[in-house]
């Protein structure tokens, strides 16, 4: 260790000693033995540790432990610790680690890496980490009560968290839905978000597939490799390996971007690092999103699902289909009209998805008052609508099908709607021109096989190429605001 690691060493330990008291032996002797510095998952881990202890012996009655104790306890933890990104899921302390206080198995499998010197990269690497982190916390079944599953489905359901809203649709009284709300957003189950009107921001999302994709071959980390406006990448397994990339720019871009990488990929086929590459733009104003939970049971944490019943569900014609209902009542294309400011506030919000005036305060050092000024502007041009969001647990996985032909979405997308969240959107393949689907389904971890076999074969004629997603690797989109012209109001 270097000498500086030895003095803030010194010092951690001994805050450790003045919060901790009686458990301070163990938090010291595990630091030592396991050579533990912040900033690192093994940092996290033990912190988690003793605030598991702390936690369940309060809860116990033991008057000793202190609510002030847990507090400085998770004040000096994520003083020390850092946060990260994976997969558009953040890692924050202590928020990302709520969910284990619920599930004895899961949360004892992932301290036991502090246990085996064979884990030690794990402890050490943080993209090896996350993966497993998140993998491991996507399996947890939440413990609820009637009422929070109650709500969380009307939440959910109908993408709202208005305390009157959701007072009026479960026929209870505001007090009792603050309090269960309360509970659940304590839990870490539900967090809120933000969709963007692409039409209004004039914004294209672009997906590009590329197929024969070997990870060994690091071709998302050479030099040249088209990053620009890249927001997410991730690995699809099924009978081939593919990389997943998705694009997020201002429409003036499209052919520079699609440019960029056509060249990048198509050097890439000559040297036979892929098999070949798609490069689709998204219909996001037609997407069709639905949520259903109610096979969940709650009291049992496991689903109630039968292969005959998704048997006969993927058999049957609707009689009933989901409505294609655009997300933003005015989805005609406009340019966006912003001065310097507003790009400012603009940038951070698409970065973030966040819309808490004292954050986006701190990070632009722009007033309050003009940003509450722009955030009014913001809605009332339906820039952006709020979302509700499940955090991925559940023990779900998610399963992409594309159709590479036209197919009735509004038929297939109702067949599905008996999975907790269904996502539909048709596209363009821009190389092709062909018109297509994809379609996203979160399943039941213990059913994606027999899903995917009964699938296939009931939709033979159709084609559908079936992908499980693997967490790779996620970034944030800045705005490219040096192609802004705030004297012009546009793209350029």
């Known amino acids: 260790m270097k000498y500086s690691q030895i003095k803030e060493r010194e010092v951690i330990l001994e805050k450790g000693r003045e919060i901790l008291g009686s458990h301070f032996k163990f938090f010291k002797k595990k630091v030592e033995e396991l050579n533990i510095v912040p900033k690192t998952p093994a940092w996290d881990l033990i912190c988690f540790k003793i605030y598991r202890i702390l936690y369940f012996q309060k809860n116990k009655g033991k008057k000793s432990i202190t609510r002030q104790q847990l507090e400085k306890w998770l004040n000096f933890w994520s003083e020390y610790s850092t946060e990260k990104e994976y997969n558009d899921l953040k890692y924050v302390i202590f928020s990302s680690y709520k969910q284990f206080l619920q599930d004895e198995e899961t949360a004892n499998k992932l301290l036991s890496i502090l246990e085996y010197k064979k884990n030690k990269i794990l402890l050490e690497n943080w993209s090896l980490f996350l993966r497993f982190f998140f993998t491991l916390r996507s399996r947890i079944k939440p413990s609820l009560t009637k009422a929070e599953f109650s709500l969380l489905q009307a939440m959910i359901k109908y993408q709202i968290t208005s305390t009157k809203e959701l007072s009026k649709i479960l026929n209870k009284d505001a007090g009792n839905i603050t309090r269960t709300k ?198 009332n041009e339906q820039l952006y609508i709020k979302r509700v969001n499940i955090i991925p647990i559940f023990g779900t996985n998610d399963v992409m099908i594309i159709f590479k032909k036209k197919v009735d979405q509004k038929e297939i997308h109702d067949r599905l709607s008996l999975f907790p969240e269904v996502y539909s959107e048709p596209f363009t393949n821009l190389i092709t021109d062909e018109k297509g689907l994809i379609v996203t389904v979160r399943i039941p971890n213990e059913l994606v096989i027999n899903f995917i076999d009964l699938f296939s074969s009931i939709f033979e004629e159709e084609e559908p190429y079936f992908f499980i997603t693997s967490f790779m690797y996620t970034k944030r989109v800045n705005l490219p605001t040096s192609r802004y012209d705030t004297t012009l109001q546009k793209w350029y």
């Not at 914004?203 to 998302?220: P, T």
């Not at 099924?238 to 003036?252: D, G, I, R």
């Not at 999103?289 to 689903?303: A, I, L």
């Open 182 to 379: 309360k509970l659940l957003f304590d839990k870490g189950i539900i967090y809120e978000g933000i969709s963007l009107n692409l039409k209004k921001t004039n914004f294209v999302l672009l997906l590009v597939i590329v197929y024969g994709f070997d990870e060994l071959s690091s071709i998302h980390k050479k030099e040249n490799f088209p990053k620009m406006f890249l927001r997410k990448s991730m690995t699809l397994n099924t009978s081939c390996k593919a990389l997943l990339l998705y694009y997020s720019f201002p429409v003036p871009l499209l052919k520079e971007i699609c440019r960029r990488i056509s060249e990048f990929f198509d050097l890439s086929i000559k040297k036979k690092e892929i098999t070949k590459y798609e490069i689709l733009v998204l219909h996001r104003e037609e997407q069709i999103t639905t949520f259903d939970y109610s096979k969940y049971d709650y009291k049992n944490k496991n689903w109630n699902y039968s292969i005959s019943e998704i048997a006969i569900a993927l058999h049957n014609k609707s009689k009933t289909k989901n409505e294609l209902k655009p997300r933003f009542e005015d989805t005609k294309e406009s340019e966006l009209k912003l001065t310097k400011p507003g790009l400012k506030i603009l940038e951070y919000i698409i970065k973030n998805r966040d819309l808490t005036v004292s954050r986006i305060e701190k990070e632009t050092n722009i007033s309050q008052s003009t940003i509450r000024k722009y955030l009014k502007h913001f809605t």
